[in-house]
C-alpha cells in the first residue's frame, strides 16, 4: 500500500478530474481527506509529564520550497521565531487546546512528547491538522537551546517525570533546514555537510 513521509504522499486535488488521476496510486488504500483551507501551518513541540502539560511557542513550518523538496506538502524544517508575533490571547488559548488534549491523551496512559500541527488562518483561528504522539524531528536543537533560554528542556522534563517546568512558551531564534532530494530520481550523498554557515546562492550551498 502507499505510504509516505514528509509529504511524499500529500496530494492537493483541485477537481474530479486530479481525484481520478489518483485512483492508480491510491488504489483502495484506506485515505484521510480534508478541505483545503486558507492559512500557515505551525508545529508546536508538546510534553505531558506527572506535573502537567507543557507545550513551545508555535514554529512556523517551511512546507513546499521547491528549493529543498519536489514535494508540494514536503516539509523543509521550522522556524522557532514562529515568524511573527501572537497575541497573549492567541497563546492563551492554544494553551487551553494543548491541555485539552493533553488530558485525553493521559486517559489513554500515554505520557511523554508529542507534536501538534495546525493551521493558523488569516483571523487566528486554530485548527489542529494531526497530532504526532512521538519524539519531533526537531528535538535536538530545540532542547539544547531550551536548557540555555530557560535552564529545563522538555527533554529534562522527559527524563525526569515529576520536574515542574518554567514558562516555556516564548519563541526560539533557531531556523532548522531540512535539505531533501528535489530530483525525481533517486540521488546518493556521497559526502556529509559539515556543521557551520551556510549561504545558498543559485540554489548551491556553500
Same mark, same amino acid.
Given at each position: 500500500?502507499?505510504?509516505?513521509?514528509?509529504?511524499?504522499?500529500?496530494?492537493f486535488v483541485?477537481?474530479?478530474q486530479?481525484?481520478?488521476?489518483?485512483?492508480p496510486? /491510491?488504489?483502495?488504500?484506506?485515505? !484521510?481527506?480534508?478541505?483545503? =483551507?486558507?492559512?500557515?501551518? #505551525?508545529?508546536?513541540?508538546?510534553? +505531558?509529564n506527572?506535573?502537567?502539560?507543557?507545550?513551545?511557542y508555535?514554529?512556523?513550518?517551511?512546507t513546499?520550497?521547491r528549493?529543498f523538496?519536489?514535494?508540494?506538502?514536503?516539509?523543509?524544517?521550522v522556524?522557532?521565531?514562529?515568524?511573527?508575533?501572537?497575541?497573549?490571547?492567541?497563546l492563551?488559548e /492554544?494553551?487551553?487546546?494543548?491541555? !485539552?488534549?493533553?488530558?485525553a =491523551?493521559?486517559?489513554t496512559? #500515554?505520557?511523554?512528547?508529542?507534536? +501538534?500541527?495546525?493551521?493558523v488562518?488569516n483571523?487566528?483561528?486554530i485548527?489542529?491538522?494531526?497530532?504526532?504522539?512521538?519524539?519531533?524531528a526537531?528535538?535536538?536543537?530545540?532542547?539544547?537551546?531550551?536548557?540555555?533560554?530557560?535552564s529545563?528542556?522538555?527533554w529534562?522534563?522527559?527524563?525526569?517525570r515529576?520536574?515542574?517546568?518554567?514558562?516555556?512558551?516564548?519563541?526560539?531564534?533557531?531556523?532548522?533546514?531540512?535539505?531533501?532530494?528535489t530530483?525525481e530520481?533517486?540521488k546518493?550523498v556521497?559526502?556529509?555537510?559539515?556543521?557551520?554557515?551556510?549561504e545558498?546562492?543559485?540554489?548551491?550551498?556553500?
Amino acid at each position: 500500500k502507499p505510504r509516505g513521509m514528509a509529504g511524499s504522499s500529500t496530494y492537493f486535488v483541485a477537481s474530479e478530474q486530479e481525484w481520478s488521476d489518483l485512483e492508480p496510486i /491510491l488504489h483502495n488504500t484506506l485515505v !484521510k481527506v480534508t478541505p483545503y =483551507l486558507e492559512g500557515k501551518t #505551525f508545529t508546536v513541540n508538546c510534553l +505531558l509529564n506527572d506535573t502537567g502539560v507543557y507545550h513551545s511557542y508555535p514554529m512556523f513550518q517551511i512546507t513546499g520550497d521547491r528549493r529543498f523538496t519536489r514535494y508540494p506538502g514536503g516539509t523543509c524544517g521550522v522556524d522557532m521565531t514562529g515568524g511573527r508575533s501572537f497575541s497573549n490571547e492567541f497563546l492563551q488559548e /492554544l494553551t487551553q487546546i494543548v491541555h !485539552k488534549i493533553g488530558t485525553a =491523551l493521559k486517559k489513554t496512559n #500515554f505520557w511523554g512528547w508529542f507534536g +501538534l500541527d495546525l493551521i493558523v488562518t488569516n483571523t487566528d483561528e486554530i485548527i489542529i491538522i494531526e497530532i504526532n504522539p512521538r519524539f519531533t524531528a526537531s528535538l535536538s536543537i530545540f532542547s539544547q537551546y531550551q536548557s540555555i533560554m530557560f535552564s529545563a528542556s522538555f527533554w529534562s522534563g522527559y527524563i525526569d517525570r515529576k520536574q515542574h517546568l518554567p514558562n516555556v512558551v516564548k519563541p526560539l531564534p533557531l531556523t532548522t533546514l531540512i535539505l531533501r532530494n528535489t530530483a525525481e530520481e533517486t540521488k546518493v550523498v556521497e559526502n556529509d555537510l559539515l556543521c557551520g554557515l551556510y549561504e545558498n546562492p543559485n540554489n548551491q550551498l556553500h
